[in-house]
């Protein structure tokens, strides 16, 4: 993935908050897109899956590709959500359901083990593919399904059932859902928390209007 360009990442806690949960609510409406249409914004994609194998970054920045319209679509998606303009149930049940897989994902050692282990080695297959081959996807998709998928609390991914069962769609989906836990890690590992979201929307609806679409 090209960053184009490099941007520096924002210093305040609660703007690196919000873009880590713009990171989520990106893989939300990618899910729904998927799921609906077949298929989905390239750049938000791309961005997913580099996030997802970005594991060792150089900086904050470096993780959503350098510049933060790389989240374009997750941005104005949880600004939308903050505003209560959202219509769409489904993207917002995704965003917050992707939360809470990760707080049982955080519990678990062996699971965070076995995670990082196989991205090692979805790594080596992305350096000889290509971040975004059907083989990186494919194996994206069932170590979401080996892992995150076993928990008694399952995200039901709802859309066109001859599209959900298209060939890759289901390892698409699962690779997206995959995504959007990776940038739930980041959200905690910058200091959100669930019980803060309702006292700091107005701060994250600031840090989130500040990030101009250029």
Request: aromatic residues 6%; positive net charge; hydrophobic residues 40%.
């Amino acid at each position: 993935m090209t960053p184009t360009p490099i941007q520096s990442a924002p210093q305040s806690a609660v703007a690196r908050q919000a873009l880590a949960l713009a990171g989520v609510f990106q893989a939300a409406a990618v899910v729904d897109e998927l799921a609906r249409t077949g298929q989905c914004d390239e750049r938000a994609w791309n961005t997913l899956i580099h996030a997802t194998l970005e594991t060792n970054p150089e900086s904050f920045a470096a993780i959503y590709g350098g510049h933060h319209n790389n989240l374009r679509l997750g941005i104005d998606t949880l600004s939308a959500v903050m505003d209560r303009q959202r219509n769409d149930p489904a993207v917002m049940r995704y965003g917050f359901s992707l939360v809470l897989l990760m707080q049982k994902l955080r519990k678990d050692d062996a699971m965070l083990a076995s995670l990082g282990e196989r991205l090692g080695r979805v790594q080596g297959q992305a350096k000889h593919f290509g971040e975004t081959h059907e083989n990186v996807i494919a194996s994206l998709g069932q170590l979401y399904q080996d892992t995150l998928s076993t928990f008694r609390y399952r995200i039901v991914v709802q859309g066109d059932p001859s599209l959900l069962q298209s060939r890759m769609m289901p390892e698409r989906v699962r690779a997206a859902l995959l995504t959007g836990v990776r940038f739930a890690l980041l959200w905690h590992q910058q200091g959100g928390r669930r019980w803060k979201l309702l006292l700091q929307r107005q701060s994250i609806k600031k840090s989130l209007n500040a990030l101009d679409d250029r």
